[in-house]
């Protein structure tokens, strides 16, 4: 599936956020330099999950794959290509579907960058059931694999109005339960 | 008669319908191709086409002959400036100088902004909100009087002058083709606001390396520059994003956008005008104080060739420019303009410092110096037309 955005939500991932969601970003800002080395390869699924889930890029080129179109502030479109991050939520066992319920809907899932950057989402946007948002976590931007300070991973929220949750150097996501 | 009356108005709108089809039967050979046809943009990859006022769309002849008054000293009250006296092609189209110098030797307040990609800027200058079209800007330079930058008289004497040039008459009737009086104000500003559009720099090796894919065309330290420039912590990208590294960048596709503004607390004097006047950013437009101090995001591309920075030249260097961010404001310890700059009521809360290492210094002015296009510096299509041989 390939899906655009609607041509009033434009994607600013580069510019100063506006809205609420940067507030939440800027509030969980743990301030860090970002570790010049490249960074591995790797994104870690982890937190209250029957066990933490590791994967590499080759790891996600073997999953279910979609592109975004987007447009940026300044008019810039942009494919971005990868894994929805509710099939990687999925396949790391978080609370989704008929399990998300009750005590799980008081879930979220912490996103965090290289830098030290961090976003939150809860489970519920991301649910079909609840949400639907389609966020993707790319690994490739105009059909090459992201590198530097984009990569080798980042988020892409098409639904949102400013970009300040398309996290980049995307390297943890951790689900949080509220509720047990 | 009814009838008569009936047909001869039907008459009349047929032809009336029928006069755009004729006109542009009319028209069509000379706007087939030559100097009449529509501007080739000829953009790379990862940049979206500028928007361009419907009221003066882009062709070759208008942009040839902007090429040429650009550089015409006769553009001047005394022959002694024209617009590339401050935009110098050498210098990214700055000229080096803490603030602008005019034709009869008055100081501008402001430094001279670059022209390079300025067809991408949501607004002109460094703190007129209203000032949108280069048609409109560059009456200011023309015109104005406090300062005089050319000094040019509205009465027109200036267009006595090019209209005794040979090249003029033959440039003016190719980029106006029809009119009976081509040497007009409108027309002058319409064909230097053409050449202004067309200076792009998108050949920087950053460009070569981020939209052209070639990994060895900057350097490693570059390459953690660049990585540090987009981090949270630095945040530089937040206001220099983009792919013209500034958050005033409008687009063909989002020609709207809502322009920001920036106190990045270089001053912090005493009273409501924390800046010093008559540098006062958008304050001056809009009275409100907590408007003091704002100026717009100049692009950063070639940075390296347009020192010294900030609106009033105040900032030699980029090491210097660093400094400033990493401290969070400039603190100035004497002189009519002492204060802490840090402390500016209306300083942006993203400038809040950082701390750097000597490495990150190097790698950040390592990434900053790859944003030089030196092809547009050189560029003969933005060069000179009178010197040329």
């Known amino acids: 599936m390939r899906y655009k955005r609607r041509p009033s939500f434009l994607l600013g991932f580069a510019v100063r956020p506006l809205c609420i969601v940067a507030a939440i970003g800027a509030s969980l800002l743990c301030a860090q330099t970002p570790d010049p080395q490249p960074a591995p390869a790797t994104l870690t699924i982890t937190g209250d999950l029957p066990s933490s889930l590791v994967l590499k890029a080759e790891d996600l080129s073997k999953m279910p794959r979609e592109t975004v179109s987007v447009q940026d502030q300044d008019g810039t479109k942009v494919d971005y290509e990868g894994v929805l991050l509710l099939e990687v939520l999925k396949r790391a066992g978080a609370p989704l579907g008929n399990q998300l319920r009750g005590k799980a809907l008081a879930s979220y899932v912490l996103a965090k960058a290289r830098d030290g950057y961090q976003v939150v989402f809860t489970l519920a946007e991301i649910d079909p059931a609840f949400g639907n948002e389609q966020i993707l976590i790319a690994d490739r931007r105009n059909g090459k694999p992201l590198f530097g300070y984009q990569g080798p991973f980042r988020l892409v929220c098409p639904g949102d109005k400013a970009g300040a949750r398309s996290v980049r150097m995307l390297e943890t996501l951790e689900i949080v339960r509220l509720q047990k | ?389």
Request: glycine share 8%.
């Open chain 2, 1 to 389: 008669m009814t009838s008569a009356v009936q047909m001869r108005r039907g008459v009349l709108l047929a032809l009336g319908m029928l006069a755009p089809v004729l006109l542009t039967w009319w028209s069509a050979p000379a706007a087939a191709g030559g100097a009449s046809a529509p501007y080739q943009w000829r953009l790379p990859q990862g940049f979206p086409k500028p928007p361009v006022p419907a009221g003066n769309p882009m062709t070759e002849a208008k942009v040839e002959l902007g090429r040429y008054l650009f550089y015409d000293t006769r553009m001047s009250v005394n022959g002694k400036a024209s617009c590339a006296t401050c935009h110098r092609q050498s210098l990214a189209f700055t000229d080096g100088r803490p603030t602008g110098i005019g034709a009869t030797g008055e100081k501008h307040s402001r430094s001279a902004m670059s022209l390079v990609n300025v067809a991408y800027a949501g607004v002109l200058t460094w703190s007129n909100p209203q000032m949108k079209t280069l048609e409109d800007q560059a009456l200011v330079p023309m015109f104005g009087r406090h300062p005089v930058e050319l000094g040019l008289s509205k009465d027109g004497d200036f267009l006595t002058r090019l209209r005794a040039e040979p090249k003029y008459r033959e440039l003016f009737e190719q980029a106006f083709p029809g009119e009976m009086d081509p040497f007009t104000v409108t027309n002058v500003t319409h064909a230097i606001a053409c050449f202004e559009r067309s200076i792009i720099s998108a050949r920087s090796p950053y460009d070569r390396y981020h939209f052209g894919g070639d990994d060895h065309a900057v350097s490693e330290s570059a390459k953690r520059g660049e990585i540090l420039f987009f981090s949270q912590p630095l945040s530089c990208f937040r206001c220099h994003g983009g792919f013209n590294f500034s958050d005033a960048t409008v687009s063909e596709r989002n020609p709207s956008r809502q322009i920001e503004f920036h106190n990045t607390g270089l001053y912090n004097l005493a009273g409501i005008l924390s800046y010093p006047a008559p540098n006062t950013g958008i304050y001056e437009y809009t009275q409100k104080p907590s408007d003091v101090g704002k100026f717009k995001t100049p692009t950063l591309r070639n940075i390296a060739l347009t020192a010294p920075y900030m609106h009033d030249g105040s900032v030699s260097s980029l090491t210097d420019v660093l400094d400033h961010y990493a401290a969070g404001g400039r603190t100035i310890h004497g002189g009519p303009d002492a204060g802490v700059g840090h402390d500016n009521p209306n300083k942006d809360a993203l400038i809040g410092g950082f701390s750097l290492s000597d490495r990150d210094r190097i790698d950040l002015i390592a990434f900053l110096k790859n944003l030089t296009d030196q092809e547009v510096i050189h560029d003969q299509r933005f060069a000179d037309p009178w010197t040329e041989k």
